[in-house]
C-alpha cells in the first residue's frame, strides 16, 4: 500500500523477479533468498505469459512477499497490479499513461514508471509518480532490444531534474553499484546480477554492503 512507510521503502536494493532470466531457479526462492539477505522491495515482470498464467504465477509470489515484509509490485499491467492485490505497478513508456492508471489503480498504490532520457524524467516527474526507473546504465543482461545505454554522466545529468527517487537500472552489478549510487540514484533495480547469481543471499549482502544504509 502506499503508505508512509511503503515511501520509506523506496530505496537500496529492487529485485526484478523475472522467469525467462530465472529460468534455472524458483522465482519464490528467489524471492525469499534475496529478502532474507535484505531486499525490501521486487517486481514481477513476465512479459510472456498470458493473464492467467501471469496470474497463477504472482499471487504465491505477492502472499509470500507479504509473509516477508517486502513491497511487490506488478510490471505494466494494472489489472493484475489489482488482481494479485499487489503495492504498486511499475509502468513502461508504452504502458497505460500514468493519470489512467492512477484512476484504475486507485489513490493507494505505488506507481512507478520507466524513463531512458531527460524529456522522459521530465514528463514523468510532471505526473507525480511515486518513483522513477532510469536507464539502462550499462548494458542490460535481460534484454536484447533495450534503449540506448546512457552511462554514469547520464543518470548524473537527469538527478538533477527531479526530486522523486530514482532506482537505475540496466547491466549494474556489485563493482559498479557504488559509482551509480554516488551519481544521484536512490536505488538500483537488479535481475541477472542477483537470479543467475550461484548465492543468491551472498551477493544480495554484496549489493548492499555498497549501498548507503537506509535512514530509520
Same mark, same amino acid.
Given at each position: ?39 525490501? *522491495? ?21 502472499? @509470500?512477499?507479504?509473509? @516477508? ?13 489489482? !488482481? ?14 500514468? &493519470? ?46 533495450? &534503449? ?9 545529468? *537527469? ?19 557504488? &559509482? ?8 538500483? !533495480?537488479? *535481475?541477472? !546480477?542477483? @537470479?543467475? !547469481? ?19
Amino acid at each position: 500500500m502506499r503508505t508512509a512507510h511503503s515511501l520509506h521503502l523506496l530505496t537500496g536494493l529492487y529485485l526484478i523477479l523475472d522467469p525467462s532470466v530465472a529460468s534455472t531457479r524458483s522465482l519464490r526462492d528467489a524471492l525469499r533468498q534475496s529478502a532474507q539477505a535484505g531486499v525490501k *522491495i521486487v517486481q514481477y515482470r513476465n512479459k510472456n505469459a498470458s493473464m492467467k498464467e501471469a496470474y497463477a504465477e504472482a499471487l504465491p509470489l505477492r502472499k @509470500l512477499a507479504e509473509e @516477508l515484509g517486502v513491497l511487490f509490485i506488478v510490471n505494466d499491467r494494472c489489472d493484475l497490479a489489482l !488482481a494479485v492485490d499487489a503495492d504498486g505497478v511499475h509502468l513502461g513508456q508504452g504502458d497505460l499513461p500514468l &493519470d489512467l492508471a492512477r484512476k484504475v489503480m486507485g489513490p493507494d498504490k505505488l506507481i512507478g514508471i520507466s524513463t531512458h532520457n531527460a524529456d522522459q524524467v521530465r514528463e514523468a516527474s510532471a505526473g507525480k509518480p511515486d518513483y522513477l526507473g532510469f536507464g539502462p546504465i550499462f548494458k542490460p543482461g535481460s534484454k536484447q532490444d533495450h &534503449d540506448p545505454v546512457v552511462g554514469i554522466e547520464g543518470l548524473r545529468a *537527469i538527478r538533477t531534474l527531479t526530486s522523486l527517487p530514482v532506482f537505475a537500472i540496466g547491466g549494474i552489478a556489485v563493482e559498479n553499484v557504488g &559509482d551509480v549510487m554516488k551519481a544521484g540514484a536512490n536505488g538500483v !533495480a537488479v *535481475i541477472s !546480477a542477483i @537470479l543467475k !547469481a550461484p548465492d543468491i543471499k551472498q551477493t544480495v549482502s554484496e549489493f548492499l554492503s555498497q549501498m548507503p544504509a537506509p535512514a530509520s
